[in-house]
């Protein structure tokens, strides 16, 4: 597969199912409701539930119909036209508001995404507000459902690189106001799911990479732009977006009762080989600081994707081809979202 060469093309390849997402669809029954769509993954994950219902002969209308339908405010209209464009329902909601939800179809899955962390630090109000009071109306609504509820990795400790990263049993330590918002979701989702008896995925997300943004787009505008990579933060997850939502919607098949808990992302990765390998590719100098390299290293927030490889085992994208896509995607000069992951950030502010 040729890297993609522009915004149209990166969705496209953001939205193709794979033949185990198709199995997980056919194998559950009924609609698939995508409550906090229209951020950055939520548009192409609909996309791919779509596509890969149509491909498995599911039809869009009729008594048999299974339906596809995006939940957002979407304050973009062209970002709800291309879900419509593709097949997706578009439905604008305020879902922080518990009055939103009264005209809100019921699925028998649903994929809730709804949630704040970019600029959380100044704004701790609205953070707890779409991460936790939003979640307890969400929650009440997912009746009968299985649910796949987006978390992150921030609900864990640091801890040493050589530890291999947290498992899904180790104890939640938050780090600030947005760990701890984020513990404080998958505890609604969970109080919710013990009292309705519905099914649920607690999907703790680590570092999504799209072109637009990710770990490793932030390393490749540094390089190209020969700013100094700090390995103050040695390590990190990474995981293509692709990955991640066809792994979101085949973790619908798999949803538990009691919850499952699950580490959602890529093997542990060095940041010096990241860059090195994006300097190779952009054809320039890269410098380090930060840490020499015999140098202990620092507690680093990191997952253990043992339990991922036996629920949901897949093959991941290579970290030589996110490497080469994401230099070619900066050195093009193509948009990026400008919203960095912040994977180096030590306090717990973002």
């Given at each position: 597969m040729n890297a993609p060469a522009d915004e149209t093309q990166l969705d496209e390849y953001l939205a193709r199912p794979d033949d185990a997402t198709r199995s997980a669809l056919g194998a559950v029954d009924g609609d698939v409701l995508i409550l906090g769509a229209g951020g950055k993954m939520g548009p192409t994950l609909a996309r791919m539930a779509r596509r890969a219902l149509?491909?498995?002969?599911?039809?869009?209308?009729?008594?048999n119909a299974r339906r596809v339908i995006a939940v957002s405010r979407f304050s973009s209209a062209t970002a709800a036209a291309q879900l419509e464009f593709h097949g997706v329902e578009v439905a604008r909601a305020d879902l922080s508001d518990p009055a939103a939800y009264a005209s809100l179809p019921?699925?028998?899955?649903?994929?809730?995404?709804?949630?704040?962390?970019?600029?959380?630090?100044?704004?701790?109000?609205?953070?707890?507000?779409h991460n936790v009071a939003a979640a307890t109306f969400g929650a009440e609504h997912c009746e009968g459902s299985r649910v796949v509820c987006f978390s992150s990795g921030n609900v864990y400790a640091r801890g040493p690189v050589a530890r291999g990263g947290s498992m899904e049993s180790d104890a939640l330590v938050p780090d600030g106001e947005y760990a701890a918002s984020c513990i404080g979701r998958e505890r609604v989702f969970e109080s919710a799911a013990r009292r309705l008896r519905f099914p649920l995925m607690l999907y703790r997300l680590f570092y999504a990479c799209d072109l637009r943004y990710g770990v490793v787009t932030d390393i490749a505008l540094k390089v190209l732009r020969g700013e100094n990579i700090s390995l103050a933060v040695p390590a990190a997850n990474v995981i293509w977006q692709g990955d991640a939502n066809r792994l979101a919607l085949r973790a619908l098949a798999v949803a538990q009762s009691p919850a499952l808990a699950l580490n959602v992302t890529g093997t542990i990765v060095n940041v010096r080989e990241i860059a090195t390998r994006i300097a190779e590719r952009l054809n320039c100098e890269v410098q380090f600081v930060g840490a020499a390299p015999d140098a202990p290293s620092p507690d680093v927030l990191l997952a253990n994707t043992a339990r991922l490889q036996e629920v949901l085992p897949y093959e991941a994208m290579s970290l030589e081809t996110l490497c080469e896509w994401a230099a070619d995607w900066v050195r093009a000069g193509n948009h990026v979202l400008g919203k960095p992951t912040k994977f180096d950030v030590r306090d717990g502010k973002y």
């Open positions: 149509d491909d498995i002969g599911a039809p869009r209308t009729g008594p019921r699925a028998h899955n649903v994929v809730w995404m709804v949630g704040q962390k970019f600029g959380t630090t100044g704004d701790p109000v609205g953070t707890w507000t």
